[in-house]
């Protein structure tokens, strides 16, 4: 006789991050301008090798996202940011 086999174990959770805001720092903190010229604001999200964050990790609205990646481009040419970070060497 078939059995049944709706009786699975429990699903595993998610892989655990720590607990980011889920909320666009951009719309929580209207202090917090966009600002290409300080690179001290963009460079929260930015990775250590200078990457972009992508939105699911930053968890920006995709307005202030896209405003924040024009930003950071903006200050690469200007030299205020780095394209990429060196590293080992
Ligand atoms: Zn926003």
């Known amino acids: ?3 049944p086999s709706g009786d699975r174990p429990a699903r595993q959770p998610q892989k655990k991050f720590f607990h980011r805001k889920k909320f ?3 719309c929580t903190d209207s202090n917090i301008k966009i600002d290409f010229k300080a690179p001290a604001i963009l460079g ?3 990775t250590e090798r200078g990457k972009i964050m992508p939105r699911r990790i930053t968890g ?5 996202q896209r ?7 903006r200050a690469r040419t200007i030299a205020i940011m ?7 060497r």
């Open 24 to 26: 666009c720092r951009f």
């Open 1 to 3: 006789m078939a059995i």
């Open 60 to 64: 920006n609205c995709a307005s202030h």
């Open 67 to 73: 405003e924040m990646t024009v930003a950071i481009k």
């Open 44 to 46: 929260n999200f930015v």
């Open 82 to 88: 780095p394209f990429v970070t060196a590293e080992g």
